[in-house]
C-alpha cells in the first residue's frame, strides 16, 4: 500500500469558468492557469502521481508546454489512471478537500465525487470531496483563490 498527497491552487479571475472536479460551477469568476484550471482535479493526479513515486502534475503536464493550453483536466485525471493501472496498482480511496471562501460548494460536491470516480473508473464511494472556507483569512479567506488538497492510498494488484 501507498500514500500520496496532492495540492494545488489558482487565483481566482473575472471572465473564467470556475470547474472544480470536473464541475462546472456558476460563478462570475473562475480560476486561472495554464490548462482549465481546474485545482481540484490538479490536486488528485498530485496524490496518485506521488503515491506512484512518479513526481507531480507538471513534470507530466508543464505549463511551458503549449499543448497542453486549456486542456480539460478531467483528461490529465484519465492518463494518471491509466498509469495507476499500467503501474499494477488501484486505488483504495481517496478523500479530497476544496479551500474556498466562495462560491457555496455544497450542491456541486457529490457531482465532483461522480465525475472523477467515473474517469478513474472506480466506484463513487471510494471518491470524497469536501469543502472548507477559509474564515477569512488569507488568500483563500480574501476570495484571492482557491486551492485544494487530496489524499489516496493505492495497493498493488
Do not use: T, W
Request: proline share 5%; glycine share 12%.
Amino acid at each position: 500500500m501507498r500514500v500520496g498527497l496532492g495540492y494545488d491552487i489558482h487565483p481566482v479571475r473575472p471572465g473564467r469558468p470556475l470547474i472544480l472536479g470536473g464541475v462546472m460551477i456558476a460563478h462570475p469568476q473562475g480560476l486561472e492557469g495554464h490548462s482549465d484550471a481546474d485545482a481540484l482535479v490538479h490536486a488528485v493526479c498530485d496524490a496518485l502521481l506521488g503515491a506512484m513515486g512518479e513526481g507531480d502534475l507538471g513534470a507530466q503536464y508543464p505549463s511551458s508546454d503549449s499543448r497542453f493550453k486549456d486542456m480539460n483536466s478531467l483528461s490529465m485525471l484519465k492518463a494518471v489512471g491509466a498509469k495507476l493501472a499500467q503501474r499494477g496498482f488501484r486505488l483504495v480511496n481517496l478523500d479530497s478537500v476544496i479551500l474556498a471562501e466562495a462560491p457555496r460548494m455544497g450542491p456541486y460536491l457529490a457531482e465532483m465525487e461522480i465525475r472523477m470516480a467515473e474517469v478513474l473508473g472506480v466506484d463513487p464511494s471510494l471518491v470524497n470531496v469536501k469543502v472548507k472556507s477559509g474564515d477569512q483569512l488569507g488568500v483563500i479567506g480574501r476570495k484571492e483563490g482557491i486551492g485544494a488538497q487530496a489524499v489516496c492510498l493505492i495497493e498493488s494488484l
